[in-house]
């Protein structure tokens, strides 16, 4: 006597498909968010361990910061001071040029900040831009480049010059390799360069007592704008749209600079 074993139906394997696809829907983004998250965290591991360099650095010098202009040799009172990285970018890093890998580790450990962070691989955030061994910069106020502005006690040389260290931004990820350091107007109601949406819609930041946070930025200009700029430059000038957009301005200013140095419009 023959045994009839049943089996599923065409419609019950469709049913039993569906089902997995819809729930695949609503697990991958939560999925993407934790993997996003944990990536954040690892980066703000990174810049917590460079401020704490930063701040060795500091103890070992009578206080005195390192040459936060990247790939940068400058003077102060006649005096070299070495970056605390080397040129770790190609000369058309704006379209997309790369060094080659062995190239920007060996930039990397010419760098002042090596002896204290003997690690490549936090120089750069797990999500920055492929083939790039350096994401993060320092802010134009922590002795970077300081075109525009470097005014004493505002262009911080020495640390004791610092009266809100936790309040005052150090290193920011910017996703991407960029001569010298992170350029932030003092005195103009605009940004110079642009603002880095990392990890969301804001981006990681040190600072000079050796915590590391996430901004999330308010403004939808300010994302909309450092989305369409992932890599590049719109140039110096651009302006805000919002009251939220505004607040971001403020906020990377005052974490420049301590203050603002005119009257806000909003």
Known sequence: MLVRRKGF??????VVIAIIAILMAILMPALKRAREQGKRAV???????????????ADDNDDKI??????????????PEPPWVGMCWASNYGSG??????QQEIEIKKGALWPYCKDVGLYRCPTGSRGELLTYAVMDSMNGYGDGTKERGLWIKNRMEIHTANKMAVF??????????FAVYYKVECWWDDPPVRHGDGTDFSFADGHSEYWKWKGIDTIKHGRSLERGHAGAGWVPRTDEGFQDLYSIQKGTWGKLGYTPSR
């Open 172 to 181: 920011i990820d910017e996703g991407w390799v960029t001569p010298d350091s």
């Open 66 to 79: 390192v040459n936060g202009a990247g790939g940068v040799d400058q003077f102060y009172n006649g005096k």
């Open 9 to 14: 139906t065409l419609i019950e394997l469709l």
């Open 97 to 102: 040029g790369q060094l080659p890998e062995e």
């Open 43 to 57: 980066c703000l591991n990174n810049m917590k361990q460079l401020a704490l360099a930063w701040i060795l650095y």
